[in-house]
């Protein structure tokens, strides 16, 4: 899986799970891209990543309807 991060997430997740978190190949890497190895992924590490990269590209009214329904 590939997730679109902010390069100080891309670099917290990379240093707190190398076997599961990588920067992108080729370029894509250095613009945030991140790869995600799902084999053996524990469900929390899963959401956790899954929310920063919507937040990351979501519109704004999306992020705002759902933390006031929260």
Do not use: C, Y
């Not at 599961?20 to 956790?48: K, V, Y």
């Amino acid at each position: 899986m590939v997730l679109r991060l902010h390069h100080a997430q891309q670099e917290r997740l990379v240093r707190i799970d190398p076997a599961r978190f990588a920067p992108a190949t080729g370029g894509f890497g250095q613009l945030g891209w991140t790869s995600l190895s799902l084999a053996g992924a524990d469900e929390a590490a899963l959401q956790e990543a899954l929310k920063m990269a919507w937040r990351n590209v979501a519109p704004k009214s999306a992020i705002f309807r759902l933390r006031a329904s929260v």
